[in-house]
């Protein structure tokens, strides 16, 4: 140990008699250096060491997870190929509780309600392509026949084909009017106009148009006196159509000596009014607290089972029996489906209740003015 190296280090410490005394230390600084120098090293292969194993272990943990990852997101990505081909049967089942999981399982629902619209599209174009192909079949048919007739001198059946085809081009009419309506619904561009409309003129007036058709049929058509101050918040115009509508489908399904009867309520809400109620059963708690204005249509007719009750307001939905039953002009199927659009655009509802052989009653709901 060289002599320069070597460190002294004094202290003045009391000792128990009371007296001073002077500590000496000394240490070579040259193995202190080198032996802090040895236990950084230590240290620093110690942290290094621990770092590579838990970066290593971070790695394969990463790539564990980057796995579990990766391979669901591919699947949900050849999922969405699949429906962007137009394989809307293609399912993804992952079966997982995470994120990913719910994910799979909103893409699930997303295609089967996407294959669920394909359905209705074709089935949409099909009954458009059916009404449309026979009224035209029957127009095309009858313009030869009295084409033959014409060319032949016979002239006693033209009435006969005129009133043939004087129908089915109303019914061509109709249909087309009903389908433009019911785009404007869905497409929520129908330009309701709402404000306080008089629903003691509309049953009125409805009544007033029906009059002459009823007498024809010997049914009895009346109104139920409602209060001429009874005031709605709606579009005018939609509401003398939906009441138009029920008022003509009961007129056509009611047997002669049959009645039909308008009726308008005041003031009803989900508290009084059990259909109501039961429409309103999932809605939020301010919609239950609403209070409406019932105009009702009864009638004393087939009535409709609980089975087709349930379809009536769908888009071509016909009850077969009562199809067959009326005579004349057929309808399309899509008047229901309009009122319910309609009414539903006003912030109002459209429900039907029925016993089979003994009538219906549909009920127009809307918002009532305070």
Known sequence: MAKNDLQLFRQSVRVRSGKQAEAVIAYSKTAVEAEVQHSLQGAARRIVSVSVVTLGVGILAALLVAGQMIRPLQKIARGTQQIAAGRLSYRLHLGRGDELGRLADDFDRMAERLGELDRMKEDFVSNVTHELRSPLSAIQSYVNLMTEDVRSGRHGNTMDHLTVIRNNALRLSKFVNDILDLAKIEARSGGLKLKPVSVFEIISEVETLFRLKAQENTISLTVASPDPTLTAHADEGAVHQIITN?????????????????????????????????????????????????????????????????????????????????????????????????????????????????????????????
């Open 246 to 370: 029920l008022v003509s489908n009961a007129l056509k399904f009611t047997p002669a000596g049959g009645q039909v009867t308008l009726s308008a309520t005041s003031t009803v809400s989900a508290a009084n009014d059990p259909l109501l109620a039961q429409c309103l059963n999932n809605a939020d708690p301010v919609e239950k607290k609403r209070f409406f204005m019932r105009l009702s249509v009864s009638d004393t007719g087939r009535g409709i089972d609980r089975e087709n009750l349930a379809r009536i307001f769908d888009r071509f939905e016909q009850v077969k029996e009562a199809k067959d039953s009326v005579k004349g002009v057929k309808g399309s199927g899509l008047g229901l489906a309009i009122s319910r659009g309609l009414a539903e655009a006003q912030g109002g509802r459209l429900l039907a209740e029925s016993v089979l052989g003994q009538g219906s009653v549909f009920s127009l709901y809307l918002p009532k003015v305070q």
